[in-house]
């Protein structure tokens, strides 16, 4: 025989509405945290003040020049050949003639990685500091339009 009790039996309940309230807590407390941590990078850029004249560009004075490697450690001044012992006679002239010039550094595929940096440890020597690489993706093996051999 079953005998009941007198007390009446509580069946256990989870609450929903608290939990919610926890949960969007947290997740505002995590996102406020992470957002105070991030530090914001960038790089500075000199720009001209607006009262400042443009400068005028002088034809004779040179800001540019394009340096290829080729293979065989053959190094080209806007496609002029140069020797290896006036490489770095000819970079600190362009430097003397503008501290602001900009170099590009080119290398033909089959050029070794040391002669390109050696050419950049120089241009560096010299004194110039904008310096750009020209990169160029991998050409296709094989002729424009052939089908690869199975």
Known sequence: MRMRSPIAKKHARIE??????IMFFLLASFMMVSLSQ???KGIRVNLPSPGTPPQQLDPTKKDYVSIRVTEGNLIYFD???VSDEQILPQLYEL???NPQIKVSISAEQNALHGDVITLLDRVRSAGIEKIGYQIKTAAPSGSEGAVPAP
């Open 16 to 21: 929903i509405v608290p939990l919610i309230d």
């Open 38 to 40: 991030t530090h914001m």
């Open 79 to 81: 496609n002029a050949a």
């Open 95 to 97: 430097h003397r003639g």
